[in-house]
């Protein structure tokens, strides 16, 4: 299968919290799993990624915690700041091919309230 | 640089219309890509493009046409526009295939009404 569902749709945390997003997979064959960060009028930005030989992922106050044998991965977002509010994407690619065909997960809007 | 740059920002069609989405970028990216957003639907890839003169349908490819003469431009055509092409439109390019990070422009909001 080659969707990729994300939960919540919507999230609600106070200054300092740590909002988790979850991803589920289906398809094993996906091998490269990024999060983009999309702020109101601008296009999505690669925020960090990780490829299922490790199962966790960390660049700053982002983490990414990957489960292989469950197919889930997760973003959590450390002392979050009303900066990160923004809608969240997760995504799933297979290497390989000759093009690249991310699929994105349906995205979650973040309020981190001061 | 100025990256990926889409113009209109906005821009409002009647059914039946045509338009013409217009990408750019400066960073000699061979893959370039258009996807719409929907609310609660994510990204869906529309067309992409390996290099000048390649192209392919993405998912969601009916209703629209691309072309691809240079690197740096690839345009997105709207025929006979619908209410269901009513979306937010997003071109990317990327340096190679594989893992490499997209880079999105801002976005053109269309209304077909």
């Known amino acids: 299968q080659q969707q990729v569902k994300q939960s919540p749709q919507s999230l609600i945390v106070q200054k300092g919290g740590i909002p988790i997003i979850n991803c589920a997979y289906e398809?094993?064959?996906?091998?490269?799993f990024p999060w983009y960060q999309q702020f109101p009028g601008k296009g999505p930005a690669l925020l960090i990624a990780?490829?299922?030989?490790?199962s966790e992922k960390k660049e700053g106050r982002f983490t990414i915690s990957f489960n292989k044998s469950a197919k889930q991965f997760s973003l959590h977002i450390m002392d979050s700041q009303p900066g990160d509010s923004a809608t969240y994407f997760c995504a799933a690619q297979r290497d390989g091919g000759a093009t690249n065909k991310l699929i994105f997960g349906t995205g979650t809007l973040l309020a981190v309230q001061p | 640089n100025a990256g990926v740059t889409q113009t209109p920002k906005f821009r409002i069609l009647k059914i039946g219309q045509s338009m013409t989405l217009q990408c750019t970028q400066d960073m000699n990216h061979n893959y370039m890509y258009w996807y719409r957003q929907d609310p609660g639907m994510g990204l869906k890839l529309i067309y992409y493009?390996?290099?000048?003169?390649?192209?392919d349908k993405g998912e969601v490819p009916n209703g629209y046409n691309v072309s691809r003469s240079t690197t740096e431009d690839f345009p997105l055509r709207l025929e006979l526009a619908a209410p269901s092409q009513t979306s937010v439109y997003f071109c990317?390019?990327?340096?190679?295939?594989?893992?490499?990070?997209?880079?999105f422009g801002n976005g053109t909001r269309l209304t077909v009404t």
């Open positions: 990317a390019s990327s340096y190679l295939q594989g893992n490499s990070p997209l880079h």
């Open positions: 493009s390996v290099g000048a003169g390649i192209t």
């Open positions: 398809n094993t064959a996906f091998d490269y």
């Open positions: 990780i490829r299922p030989d490790v």
